[in-house]
Each structure stands twice: as structure tokens, then as C-alpha cells.
């Protein structure tokens, strides 16, 4: 029943199908009458051992050629003409002979089926013969009902051919849909990715309906929507992952099985999210595949094109050691004065020169060092990397990260992939693996304003209160870690497994759908 219900629209169009064909066959074949005269068939009393009546070789001698003629000369028309209008049954009744005509009319089908009728009987019974023949007749023919004037068409009318065809069109459209489920092998929602990744799945990320809006800035420019709510729940899912410790901050990797599925949008916008719950946050673009399309097929923006960070020194430049974190870090400013809470930033570093090879940079006790400092500077720090089944390296970021977001498309991701990807994480040694579903099948409600008020800016949530629901703590200084206050209780120590539904469709397609969405790489 899920797998109907998720193509309800394609049964729809099936049944109007189904209605159209039966409309156009009802339509084409136009109107005919049909009338029946009823003739029974005995046995010539008269002769001493009575012939007992062959009634399907009676059925054939009365639409035969000879009578087809001799009813044809009653109605004064040709033979030809009244071809295929003529036919006889046996009734439930073993003697009884019933004789119909089809004709555009019901007077003429009435006529028709009387003058063919009459024919039979005169030939049966040859009443032109003389006594003598007519004894040695074997059989006997009496006409039982007469040609009646038919009141409606013959055959199934519209009531009839109508809901026939809705569901001849159903049937073929639940046929067609279970046969491409059966082959289609992308995960289909919230529950197959589930399984497999043998783990949770924190939040289903709807569509941006907005097509003139940039789904990697919807937590940031739509605060209040559908899809801004679901980064908050993916937020208060990951809050007890990334909660900072003596040690420095979390690293969180943002991954996808092998791209396309929105990886740099769910960074960014779960960066902003993070930074509006007052932690600060460092972004980094540590995809280091070539810009060049042609080199690395990448149709779509990387994080450093989004914030026109291209060309400037970053994340190759910090492992290499050519400069400093201050060096390549700088503020990502919010759009439309937007504030973040006291205490709470939002950094990003670029990819930087991505001359070397990848796996050159990645390579070696420089990536574990450069990291390091990241930590030490920042709460969270989100790595949006390349695609986990295309790039190697990706295994040395999935190495040094606390938690691993492996994002999946429904329209693109195969259960494979995501499957493979989710085991090649673990491998690594990441101690969390979580899934998230981007632009799923579910439809969202409307945002009811349950987050606190430190996600539209303003006091962040430590600073004279109580800490909201999902909020993660920046540090202000000794003792402000969460826990090192009184009254602070731990969290919780697994991660929190949310029912979040999602908006949008199989059909329906936003900003980000083949070459649509700059940011889904």
C-alpha cells in the first residue's frame, strides 16, 4: 500500500487513461440496434420415426447464404448490404432458435430480424410444397416470438464501458508500477535508507518550492519554512554527536555515495543552523577535485564558488603548511542583516589550490595536524567532501571525523551505493554514521514556530538562561561548556531518531534537478 500511495498521481492518470480509451471505443463502434425473433425447431410429428433437430446446424442454415438472400429480397436490399448483420443462438431451451439483426435503427433491426425469421420458416417448412413434401419434412418450424422493437442501443453502453476502462487502467497502472519497483534499485524514503545503512536517519530535507530561491541559503533567507524546520530537526538529532569536549571541538563530515544528491547545500545550510544555535562553526570545502568540468565532470557549484572563495588560499594551503587558519578563514556574513548569537560564529575556509592531487594532500600526518587546529578554534567543524565512491581521499577526512552525515537523493542514490558508502565510513574508523534523505517523497506541513528565538539572532541561548531544545553551546570561556554549569543534565548518549516527514514528489522538480541547482555536487 506505501507503494501505491507514493504513485497515486501515476494510478490517476492510469484510470483517466482507462476512461478515455473506453469513451473514444464507445464512441468510434457508434449506435446499433438489435432485435430478436425466437423460432422453435420440432420434429415432424407426421413422420413415422421423428428426426431429432441438429440446433447448431440450424444456427448455421439460418445466417446462411440462402437465407442472408431470401431475407435480403424481403427488404428489398442487397445481399451484400446485409452481410454480418444476421445471427442465430440456441437459447437455454435445446429447440429454441433465436434469430437477431443489428441494424443503425430499431424499426429496421425489428424488420430485419422479423423478415429473417420468416425466411427460415419458409424454408424449413415449404409451404409452397405439396402435402406429400410437406409429411416428409423432418422438421417442423413454429414461430415462438416475434421481432420486437428494441428500446436502446445493443451492446455495453457508457455506464457500462466507462468504469470498465477505469479499472482495466488501474490494473495496468498498479501492473507497470510494481514491475518498476521491483527493478528500480534507488532508495525509495526515510525507511529503505534505513536499512541500508543499518543505522538512523536524523531528517528528510523537502524541496524548495521556491525556484528562485538557493536551496544551499533557504536555513539562512527562509528561516520559517518547511525545509528550515527539517535542518533543525536534523540539528537536535546530531546535538549529542557534536557537543563540544575538553578536547576541542567535533568534526562532521557531510558525504554522499557519489554525488549529485545535494551534500554542498545540506552542508551549508546545517552550518547555518548549527552557528544559529549559538555554536561556533567552521565550514570548510574540502572537496578538492579540479573545477574545470571537463576534468571532473562537475556540473555544479563547490562551496567555494558559493561564497567566491575560488582562487584564494585555504584547505590545501593549511595541510601544506603555506599558511595559517587566520590566514585562510574568514567570516561568511549573513544575508539581509542577519545576527548570530553572542559568542556564536561562522567561519569558512576554502578549498584553496587544488593543483597537487588530491590524494597527495589528504596523505600523510598534515591532514591530522591541519584538523587539529580546526578543532581547537571552532565547536563544530563541517567538511563538505567529494563524493565517498569517487574519491579515495575522502577516506582520510572520514578518518579524522567524530560523525559521518551520508546524504541520499531518492531520485538519484541506489541502495548500493548508500550501502557501500555507509560500510566504507565505518571502515575508516568514523565512530557515527547517520543518514539523511534529500528532497524525499513525504509532504511537510507548514512551520509552526517551535524553535527558540536565538534562530532569528539575538542572546544566544547560554547567556541568561537556559539552554533551548537542540541548542548547541558555543565556549564563552571556563565553565561554559554545556554540563560544566549548574544544573546542566547530560545529554543524551545516543543519537535521537526522528520521525521528520518531507515535501514534494516524484515528478515534481525544484532548483537543484539535472543542472537546475547549482549547489547539489
Not at 511537510?444 to 534562530?455: K, L, N, Q, R
Amino acid at each position: 500500500m506505501t507503494l501505491l500511495r507514493r504513485h497515486a498521481l501515476w494510478l490517476i492518470i492510469a484510470a483517466l487513461v482507462g476512461i478515455a480509451g473506453a469513451w473514444l471505443l464507445s464512441t468510434s463502434e457508434g449506435h446499433s440496434y438489435a432485435s430478436t425473433a425466437q423460432v422453435d425447431v420440432e420434429p415432424n410429428p407426421t413422420l413415422n420415426t421423428p428426426i431429432v433437430p441438429n440446433m447448431a446446424t440450424e444456427a448455421q442454415v439460418a445466417t446462411s447464404g440462402v437465407m442472408v438472400g431470401r431475407t435480403a429480397a424481403q427488404l428489398h436490399v442487397s445481399p451484400g448490404g446485409l452481410s454480418g448483420h444476421l445471427s442465430a443462438s440456441v437459447s437455454s431451451t435445446a429447440t429454441v432458435l433465436s434469430i437477431s439483426c443489428k441494424m443503425p435503427t430499431a424499426a429496421w433491426a425489428q424488420e430485419c430480424a422479423q423478415a429473417a425469421a420468416t425466411a427460415y420458416i419458409g424454408f424449413r417448412n415449404q409451404p409452397t410444397g405439396t402435402s406429400v413434401q410437406q409429411q416428409h419434412d423432418p422438421l417442423h418450424v413454429t414461430l415462438v416470438t416475434p421481432a420486437t422493437l428494441p428500446q436502446k442501443p445493443a451492446g455495453p453502453g457508457k455506464r457500462t464501458l466507462l468504469p470498465i476502462g477505469a479499472l482495466l487502467g488501474l490494473a495496468l497502472g498498479v501492473g507497470a508500477i510494481t514491475i518498476r519497483d521491483h527493478y528500480d534499485d534507488r532508495v525509495r524514503d526515510r525507511a529503505d535508507l534505513e536499512r541500508c545503512l543499518e543505522g538512523s536517519v536524523l531528517a528528510e530535507i523537502p524541496r524548495v518550492r521556491n525556484r528562485a530561491m538557493d536551496p544551499a541559503s533557504v536555513f539562512r533567507r527562509q528561516p520559517r519554512s518547511s525545509a528550515a524546520e527539517a535542518y533543525r530537526y536534523l540539528r537536535l538529532g546530531l546535538m549529542p554527536l557534536v557537543v563540544p569536549t575538553s578536547g576541542g571541538g567535533r568534526i562532521l563530515l557531510v558525504a554522499g555515495p557519489r554525488g549529485l544528491e545535494g551534500r554542498t547545500s545540506v552542508a551549508a545550510n546545517l552550518a547555518t543552523a548549527l552557528a544559529q544555535a549559538g555554536a561556533s562553526v567552521l565550514l570548510v570545502d574540502a572537496d578538492f577535485r579540479p573545477r574545470q568540468r571537463g576534468l571532473a565532470r562537475r556540473p555544479h557549484r563547490s562551496l567555494s564558488e558559493l561564497f567566491r572563495a575560488t582562487g584564494r588560499p585555504g584547505l590545501s594551503e593549511l595541510i601544506a603548511g603555506k599558511a595559517t587558519l587566520d590566514d585562510v578563514g574568514f567570516t561568511a556574513d549573513l544575508p539581509d542583516g542577519g545576527r548570530l548569537p553572542f559568542g556564536a560564529t561562522l567561519r569558512f575556509v576554502a578549498a584553496g589550490d587544488l593543483t597537487a592531487h588530491a590524494a597527495d594532500i589528504t596523505d600523510g600526518s598534515h591532514l591530522a595536524a591541519a584538523l587539529m587546529t580546526m578543532r581547537a578554534a571552532a565547536d563544530v567543524v563541517v567538511l563538505d567532501s567529494a563524493p565517498v565512491l569517487s574519491a579515495s581521499y575522502v577516506m582520510a577526512l572520514a578518518q579524522a571525523s567524530d560523525v559521518a552525515v551520508l546524504v541520499a537523493d531518492p531520485r538519484r542514490t541506489s541502495r548500493q551505493d548508500a550501502s557501500t558508502a555507509a560500510q566504507n565510513i565505518r571502515a575508516s574508523g568514523t565512530r557515527g554514521v547517520v543518514g539523511l534523505v534529500n528532497r524525499g517523497a513525504g509532504v511537510m506541513g507548514a512551520w509552526v514556530p517551535s524553535a527558540p528565538s536565538h534562530d532569528r539572532g539575538g542572546q544566544a541561548p547560554w547567556a541568561g538562561g537556559p539552554a533551548a531544545p537542540g541548542a548547541i553551546v558555543a565556549d564563552a570561556g571556563p565553565g561554559s561548556r554545556p554540563g560544566d554549569r549548574p544544573g546542566d543534565e547530560p545529554g543524551p548518549q545516543r543519537p535521537v531518531h526522528l520521525a521528520v516527514p518531507a515535501a514534494g514528489s516524484y515528478g515534481d522538480r525544484d532548483p537543484g534537478s539535472d543542472g537546475d541547482d547549482p549547489l547539489t555536487s
